[in-house]
């Protein structure tokens, strides 16, 4: 379904993705992230949505739908490693700040930090180019909304 979009998003220079893209790329980040773990259940599915209709600035059904197109494109989209680097090829620096709050308040929205999540924002902020202060300012941000 989303092959095309793939292929465009893997070459070796791709090219800046619209908004409604940047917007599909991202929310799939977030799906990947909220995976990792082996466990995607619901209040981590509606926890992106609410990700999604905050930093996107659309409805319930909007997000829902934008949901669901991550969810495939996730599963069809190739290792992190590689997803993540044509995301940050493609996607400006704001934008990537922006998907790592929404990380981190998926994150912390239990309350709880783990080990194991520390690692994979790590990884993901590292691979999006994101600075680890940058992303530590934006786990403060989302630390204090959370609260």
């Not at 998003?9 to 991202?26: F, M, N, T, V, W």
């Not at 799939?28 to 466990?39: E, F, N, S």
């Not at 190739?78 to 994150?107: C, H, M, N, Q």
């Amino acid at each position: 379904m989303f092959a095309d979009f793939l292929q465009r998003l893997i070459q070796p220079e791709p090219k800046r993705l619209s908004g409604a893209d940047s917007h599909l790329a991202l929310a799939a980040l977030l799906v990947r992230v909220a995976r990792a773990d082996g466990h995607y259940d619901p209040s981590e599915a509606t926890r992106i949505e609410t990700v999604l209709r905050t930093r996107y600035d659309i409805d319930e059904a909007g997000a829902r739908q934008l949901r669901g197109e991550a969810e495939v494109l996730e599963s069809e989209a190739p290792d992190t490693v590689r997803f993540t680097k044509a995301i940050k090829d493609a996607v400006p620096y704001e934008d990537r700040i922006s998907v790592i709050e929404g990380l981190w308040s998926i994150v912390l929205a239990d309350g709880q930090r783990d080990h194991q999540e520390d690692t994979i924002l790590r990884l993901v902020s590292n691979l999006l180019g994101v600075s680890d202060r940058d992303s530590a300012l934006a786990r403060q941000r989302m630390a204090r909304q959370v609260s």
